[in-house]
């Protein structure tokens, strides 16, 4: 936070674009890991059915709350620069929160520190008026696990088995994909006819019933199921942008609302399937690698955009090909719902895969070979 603070206000004091760029890329640096890490954190933190609010109606309605803002700041302060200190200064009172938010209890007990674990879930217990079991551990198993020294966990962790390794290439392709349709379609709101500001200010608006949906179907329905659902409603319409006349204004700007709606419910899901899917010795090295595919897809979206000069239903055909795609890539992911969160790799659920359906002889043939196979 303190990177994403600083860098953001030493870009007020630019001298030319050169610096500026070179801010900017640190402000991102420290804007993303911010978020990744403050996600993680609350995921690890919070007990299952708190968690999904955390991450929907909690970090994720208050990002598009922020994002509904910005086209308002923008449309009241036409100078670059009072607008980006007008952006960053609230950035310095989450300093205070470092006094309010405990460590992980998960990743401390991960890395052998079971007493500071304890003692911040013993205060956990005080304020909601729990009475904490004494020992909240079992000295044996205190013992074995004060005993071992932590082990390290390094970025090749996330492809050293197989299951991992399919799990983390999905989720790479997952991410991208999703990242290219929302930043698509957030870039291309001067493209939209009307007014570019309240263009900006709807298309941040209509991320919060978004992400109720994303709250109440994580609640009541499997997360393949939600992720699948959501993806192909923002695919589909995007799709059908084609076939809407020129000269229907409202209703293409309405399909796209409708398209960013579906993609924006999907993106705040992944942030918790994603989490769910990983062990907590690499679930933040995981969500980073996959929040990293998913800057790659917005460094690709502008060119998406730009596409359009050739074509104007060019970008929605690709964005909505790609995201019908990744709706049925999600169908292969293991389902996360009603399992507790993997603590090792060991523990990881194993990926879905396409079974092969056998001919009637293959059939007989593996049951003759099942025959005369000696039981050991």
């Not at 860098?7 to 993303?32: C, D, P, R, W």
């Not at 393949?224 to 409603?233: K, Q, T, V, W």
């Not at 964005?319 to 990744?326: C, D, Q, Y």
């Not at 992911?333 to 990926?351: C, G, K, N, R, Y």
Request: aromatic share 12%; glycine share 6%.
């Amino acid at each position: 936070m303190a990177m994403h603070t600083g860098f953001s206000f030493l870009q007020v004091f630019s001298v030319n674009f050169e610096m500026f760029t070179a801010l900017y890329t640190l402000v991102g640096m420290g804007h993303i890991s911010n978020y990744v890490a403050a996600f993680v954190l609350g995921t690890e933190i919070l007990s299952k059915s708190i968690r999904i609010i955390f991450a929907t109606l909690g970090v994720c309605i208050f990002f598009a709350f922020g994002f509904m803002l910005l086209p308002l700041f923008a449309y009241f302060i036409r100078d670059w620069r009072m607008l980006l200190l007008a952006i960053t200064l609230p950035g310095v009172l989450c300093g205070l929160l470092w006094w309010c938010i405990p460590e992980s209890p998960r990743w401390l007990i991960s890395q052998g520190r079971i007493k500071e674990a304890e003692v911040i879930i013993r205060k956990a217990a005080k304020i909601n008026g729990i009475v904490a079991p004494s020992p909240i551990f079992v000295p044996n198993e205190l013992q074995d696990v004060s005993s071992k020294k932590p082990h390290s966990h390094h970025i090749y962790d996330l492809i050293r088995t197989r299951n991992i390794r399919i799990l983390t290439i999905m989720s790479i392709i997952l991410w991208l994909t999703i990242s290219v349709g929302y930043f698509g379609l957030s870039l291309d709101t001067p493209n939209l006819n009307g007014d570019i500001y309240l263009n900006g200010f709807l298309l941040a608006a209509v991320e919060v019933p978004a992400y109720v949906l994303a709250w109440l179907l994580l609640k009541h329905v499997t997360r393949r199921y939600s992720m699948a659902g959501s993806l192909f409603l923002g695919g589909s319409v995007l799709l059908l942008l084609q076939l809407v006349p020129s000269d229907l204004i409202y209703l293409s700007t309405t399909l796209v609302m409708v398209g960013k709606f579906g993609i924006t419910s999907a993106y705040s899901m992944v942030y918790v399937y994603t989490a769910e899917l990983y062990p907590t010795v690499v679930r933040n090295m995981g969500v980073g690698v996959s929040s990293t595919a998913s800057r790659l897809g917005s460094i690709l979206s502008p060119y998406f955009v730009y596409l359009g000069a050739y074509n104007r239903h060019l970008p929605y055909i690709l964005m909505g090909s790609l995201t019908i795609m990744t709706a049925i890539i999600t169908l292969f992911f293991p389902e996360s719902s009603d399992v507790s969160l993997p603590d090792t790799i060991h523990q990881m659920q194993e990926v879905k895969r396409i079974k092969r359906r056998h001919s009637p002889r293959q059939k007989q043939v593996i049951k003759n070979v099942v025959k005369d196979t000696p039981e050991s």
